[in-house]
């Protein structure tokens, strides 16, 4: 079975400056590996995904991360931040099979302050 | 195409009664899935089905039953409701094959009084 572990509940920053939300998953077969985001009052919204290839990969909204398999890791970063990111975030995790369940971390809730 | 949709959007009940929570997808799509979303423990997993007449349990299934007679509804029931079940409700729905996005409806906030 497979588990995610996002690092921080709660990540303050200041507008334009980096982030890093971190992700730690675990899983003895071969995954997928996702972001979601969630504006306030609103469904989700994927910002990128790592299926195969490069493990660094770019997602909408000026978002990116890399897929490290000795770590188990997949962190979310932005080098310059805006308001507007300010939402929670969510590391999802898929196994490859047929019937692959997508497993939730508990979310990382960012908020840029000007 | 207007993707997943969920009705209602908010509903309040008492403990005791029973609903159904609505979902249709028109993208054709094989697998849906019913999540619910509580604050500090992320999305899990209620229930799933990979077509229609297939369903299996997720991680928090208890309280909960499904159907998927069509592969565009997949309705989640309520059979007795509890405050336990305060929470906002996903519905999602993919591809049975591809890259495993899943696409999500607007979500039901359902309080239980």
């Known amino acids: 079975a497979q588990s995610v572990t996002q690092l921080d509940s709660q990540v303050p920053v200041f507008e334009e400056a980096p982030v890093e939300l971190r992700c730690n998953y675990s899983s003895s077969v071969s995954v997928y590996l996702f972001w979601y985001v969630q504006y306030p009052n609103q469904g989700l919204q994927l910002l990128l995904k790592y299926l195969s290839g490069s493990t660094l990969v770019k997602g909408i909204n000026g978002f990116e991360a890399e897929f490290n398999k000795s770590q188990t890791s997949f962190h979310l970063r932005k080098p310059s931040v805006h308001i507007s990111d300010t939402a929670e975030y969510f590391c999802a995790v898929s196994d490859r099979g047929q019937g692959g369940k997508l497993i939730f971390g508990q979310g990382t809730e960012l908020s840029v302050k000007p | 195409n207007a993707g997943v949709t969920q009705t209602p959007k908010f509903q309040v009940l008492k403990t005791g009664q029973s609903m159904t929570l609505q979902c249709a997808q028109d993208m054709n799509h094989e697998y849906m899935s019913w999540y619910r979303q509580d604050p500090g423990m992320g999305l899990r997993l209620i229930h799933y089905?990979?077509?229609?007449?297939?369903?299996d349990q997720g991680e928090v299934p208890n309280g909960y039953n499904v159907s998927r007679s069509t592969t565009e509804d997949f309705p989640l029931r309520l059979l007795s409701a509890a405050p336990s079940q305060t929470s906002v409700y996903f519905c999602?729905?993919?591809?049975?094959?591809?890259?495993?996005?899943?696409?999500f409806g607007p979500g039901t906030r359902l309080t239980v009084t």
């Open positions: 089905s990979v077509g229609a007449g297939i369903t």
């Open positions: 999602a729905s993919r591809p049975d094959s591809g890259f495993y996005e899943q696409y």
